[in-house]
């Protein structure tokens, strides 16, 4: 990258920070390895967010989307720099379960078994925004997992049903997004589309969820 780009990617960072406050200062820089994945991660979000320079002009005003996905680029690139800042002891590392709970705020995140709760809540997940289906959101899905369930055990399905919904809405009082979590086995997969469907809802599904570590539940909820 030349000296202007250098340039422009410097103001694209201050831009970021003006007029917000941090809770700490800087210190002195200790020793340290650069986290070669994290800075090249902040450079390509500066970078995707200088097209935005261009796209702008000749007022560089942006509005709507455009602006929120300008500023979702940088705060991105921010929070990979003050990563490797955190490893060069510049910045105080901060605890990620504050990070995890304050990127679940205004989430409702439906999950398909109370292990995937027990992990977010460990992690720092508020539980009253958990909710535990235990159950499809439509008799349909429920006959697309087993299509050999009796008529008779579909009546008890639908009751859970309807307790799901209605715990849905209720919460939803509350908050704002909706977020399906879980593995991506056949049940979660029906239960993320019904309640994208439904709701809006967002999903991240993934094989082997119960291996994730504070950094990737915090990835995974931003």
Known sequence: MDRIRFEQAEKLIRKSCI?????????DASDGVIDTAKLQEAMMELIDAEEYLYTSLPTHELRGEDASEFCRKLIAAREAIDHILADFGVLERQDPSERIREAARGKL?????????KLLVKAGVEAQNILVAGA????DDMR??????????????????????????????ALEDV????????????LAA?????????SRLMENIKDLNAEDILELLS
């Open 136 to 139: 499809p959101l439509s008799v």
């Open 144 to 173: 697309e997992i087993n299509p050999k369930i009796p008529e008779s055990a579909l009546r008890g399905i639908e009751k859970k049903i309807e307790h799901l919904r209605n715990d849905i809405e209720r919460k939803l009082d």
């Open 194 to 202: 019904r309640a994208k469907e439904l709701y809006g809802a967002d």
């Open 179 to 190: 977020l399906v979590v879980g593995e991506a086995d056949k049940s979660t997969v029906l």
């Open 19 to 27: 007029n917000l406050k941090r809770e700490q200062g800087f210190r």
């Open 109 to 117: 995140i439906i999950v398909n078994n109370s292990s995937v709760k």
